[in-house]
């Protein structure tokens, strides 16, 4: 999977390029299988044929690899590489259902989190509750985000869920963690993603439409929700944003496409905001009038996010990142989801309930 | 497959987990709980032992759905099936996290801003040995 990952990557470079070229790598992963636990990104560098590089496992929960571009980024930054490789990957799909249940639950706080029965749903449902409560938001602005990134993923060929949903059935699914359906939740994905990232000055030889990073921002926060003041927002999440708009010097408004971290519906709700979209409290207005569809002010999750899409948990960073590029070079994988005249774009990534966060901003 | 919090490592908490004893800080005088290592709000190291009442309101909840709890809590739901878990805040102001109890796990039952008290339950078994701790159950039910 990663192989295939890595194999597409240096076909997609517009030019040609050596893998050779590349000087160190940085792989994202839960590593949920647990197969390999220890030292997993220099065995899969060498079964893509360049053992010998230098090559670092980054586990983030849900946004590892979302790190391990940052960290490929600041490489390049430093001076200290050229070219660097940022992936990800996870293997989900072939664990018993009790495996599963074990590895999702344990990004959250464990001693005080977890082990009082809440789950990772459970997480979440109770910060959608407290959400509605605070701010009068309806179950079904949920329920449209779940139909708006069915629709999307209905159109991407990478999606795992290719087909689309209605608000009834979205609304009638059978409750996974109240207020939370199972159509507002992500599924378990197997998945790998890469990107080769170049320095500036030498990306033409590669490419006559480079993107470039132009704001990376990370930041973390209280790992169990109870230690958090507020609980409908993610506070890593807003601190990321606000650092990568900084170094970007744009504007939220300057934004044409976003992919967002929706593990669930509410966390897309939130994204809104943290995001600088829409404000406090208004991240439900903005899906209840369309402005995040394809066509709307500020498409979201183009790509169908990882409520269709998927989300295998240590890629996910890297292929929303994938997204972005292909949107903003105008090469949608399916010609219908190409967000038109798209040049800025985010990416938004959360680890776990909001203990990590990561967020870049790309130009075309 | 179970997470795993070893046998010392749980006695080390059983002044929080049976009798509710919090951290107040000496200098900024808020009431840590669960306990850390510096405050949630100055990040002072200096604490004092407080015990609190057990008393409390819900801040939120949800109903954990049949068959999605962790596994350590797969014998609760084989017998109970859904349950509820809340994030109460407590009077003295701190909020924690625990499964309700003696009431019905109705969303139409449970609202945000009920009164409830803790009291101890069994939580789970890991290594043969029953993990005892809080849950909460609405006052008004007695
Ligand atoms: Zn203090």
């Known amino acids: 999977m990663f192989y295939e990952a890595f194999q597409s990557a240096i076909n997609d470079v517009d030019g040609s390029i050596d893998p050779k070229e590349i000087k160190e790598a940085w792989i994202g992963s839960l590593k949920t299988g647990g197969a390999q636990l220890g030292n997993l990104a220099p065995l899969l560098i060498e079964q893509v044929g360049l053992a010998g590089m230098p090559a670092c496992s980054i586990e983030n929960a849900c946004s590892s690899s979302a790190y391990a571009f940052r960290y490929a980024y600041m490489a390049i930054k430093s001076g200290i590489c050229d070219i660097t490789l940022a992936g990800g990957v996870e293997k989900m799909n072939d664990l018993p259902r009790e495996r599963n249940r074990y590895w999702l639950g344990v990004s959250g706080d464990v001693e005080w989190e977890r082990l009082a029965g809440t789950n990772f749903p459970g997480v979440y449902a109770m910060m959608a509750l407290r959400y509605m409560h605070e701010h009068g938001m309806k179950r079904e602005r949920l329920a449209e985000v779940a139909v708006k990134n069915h629709k999307n993923g209905a159109r991407n060929p990478d999606a795992q869920f290719r087909s689309e949903i209605s608000l009834e059935r979205a609304l009638r699914a059978p409750m996974l963690a109240y207020p939370l359906t199972v159509f507002d939740s992500c599924p378990i994905t197997d998945g790998a993603a890469v990107a080769i990232l170049c320095r500036g000055d030498l990306a033409s030889k590669y490419t006559d439409t480079p993107i470039r990073v132009i704001g990376s921002g990370a930041a973390s926060d209280y790992l169990a929700i109870h230690d958090r003041k507020d609980l409908t927002t993610v506070a890593a999440a807003q601190k990321a944003a606000d650092e990568a708009y900084k170094q970007a010097g744009v504007k939220p408004k300057e934004v044409d496409l976003a992919e967002v971290h929706d593990c669930f519906t509410i966390a897309e709700i939130m994204a809104y905001e943290n995001c600088g979209f829409a404000g406090k409290g208004k991240g439900g207005e903005l899906i209840k009038n369309g402005e995040t569809e394809i066509g709307g002010k500020i498409p979201v999750n183009a790509g169908g996010g990882l409520k269709s899409k998927g989300h295998p948990i240590g890629a996910t960073g890297v292929s929303q990142i994938y997204e972005v590029v292909k949107q903003l070079k105008g090469e949608a994988r399916e010609k219908t989801r190409q967000v038109k005249g798209a040049e800025i774009g985010l990416t938004h990534s959360v680890g776990g309930s909001g203990g990590s966060a990561c967020v870049h901003i790309f130009r075309r | ?142």
């Open chain 2, 1 to 142: 497959m179970t997470s795993y919090v070893s046998i010392p490592q749980y006695s080390n908490t059983i002044d929080q987990r049976y009798r509710l004893i919090a951290k107040k800080c000496k200098s900024c005088e808020i009431i840590n709980f669960p306990p850390r290592q510096t405050c949630l709000e100055c990040g002072s190291a200096d604490f004092q032992n407080v015990k609190l009442s057990g008393r409390g309101r819900i801040y939120t909840f949800t109903i954990i759905g049949r068959g999605g709890a962790p596994t350590e809590f797969d014998d609760l739901q084989n017998m109970t099936g859904e349950y509820a878990v809340a994030i109460i805040e407590l009077e003295e102001g701190p909020k924690v996290v625990a499964q309700l109890t003696d009431c019905h796990s109705n969303p139409n039952e449970i609202k945000i801003g009920m009164e409830v008290k803790a009291v101890i339950r069994r939580l789970y078994e890991q290594e043969r040995i029953i993990r005892y701790g809080y849950k909460f159950k609405p006052i008004a039910d007695g």
